[in-house]
């Protein structure tokens, strides 16, 4: 008898070395997809979220409107050109981004505090930083996401323009070029924007607080720099019996602007006509006007780095 009793007695298991104590979560027996997975799903769940996808109703419609906003003029301005048959467009591409300035601001001021904002309020990016991804991947995720919802906000409606320029007929060389004239400025507006908007959004958790912020360095400053601008322009000079216009000097009041800068080096890089305050002093000029853009990039994306390494 005794020795059917020890027979049926289970066989206790092995103690795991590795458990102290097991609440009875499953654990995780699958592969480890490293830093470089959790860096792109964060680069795509930041780049979803700046347009609402993935999101509420109601956080859809600021971004998407205003999308939708970028887009119309230049479904009229196709329109027209059409119906017209001007055989070119009424507004070139670049100039297009430039007038379309304060869309553009109003989008990256309402959509940098949603990327970086949030992970501060609730505390989440110390658990992004446990494992596997570091501050350097966090940042670098995050400024890739803004910088593209950027370059879409403002490259869909060049594309508009381009695709109906040659449904048009148009000159297609032509419109080739500018079209990627027009690239070009939307590809600085997305860096020197984003690079912006997002510093200021990673100094403060209240999204109110960095809406503001970056309307203010946005649009504030192009209209001080529109302001210096005209007075230095008006105020000319007779020297020597010989009217003197400081026209060119006036130019030099871009470097307070984020929008006249791009707006500066776009067209002094391609010699397209000027128009308004939107022109560079000299050759020396455009190229301050370029590393100055270059610079505050690079110096935002260090603080940015900088900023999360202390978290």
Sequence with gaps: MSDRSAMSDPVPAAARADVIHDIGY????GPRLGRGYATRS????????????????????????????????ALIIVAVAVYLKSGKLPLEYERY????DFVIAVFVAA???????RDLRFMTVPLYFSRP??????????????FSAMFLLTGVPLLIMWIGS???????????????????????????????ALVIASATPRRG????????????????????????NRH?????????????????????SPSGLVDSVVTWMFKLPTSGAGGVPSTLGGFVFLAEIIAVSAAAYGLLVRRYRKI
């Design 26 to 29: 499953r654990h995780y027996d």
């Design 209 to 232: 607080f960095g809406v503001a912020g970056i309307i203010m360095l946005l649009l504030i400053s192009s209209a001080i720099a529109s302001i210096i601008y005209f007075v230095i």
């Design 111 to 117: 959509q940098a505090p949603v990327a970086l904002s």
């Design 236 to 256: 000319d000079q007779v020297v020597d019996g010989f009217m003197v216009h400081h026209s060119t000097a006036a130019y030099w009041a871009n470097v307070i």
């Design 166 to 196: 040659l449904l048009a007929s148009m000159s297609f060389s032509y419109n080739l070029e500018h079209f990627g004239f027009g690239l070009l400025a939307a590809a600085l507006y997305s860096l020197l924007y984003s690079s912006l």
């Design 42 to 73: 964060l680069y795509t769940l930041t780049l979803r979220g700046s347009f609402g996808l993935g999101r509420s109703i109601k956080s859809k419609i600021l971004p998407m409107g205003l999308l939708a906003l970028m887009c119309v003029p």
């Design 97 to 100: 981004l430039s007038i379309m």
């Design 133 to 146: 991804i570091t501050a350097g991947d966090y940042v670098r995720a995050k400024f890739g996401a803004m």
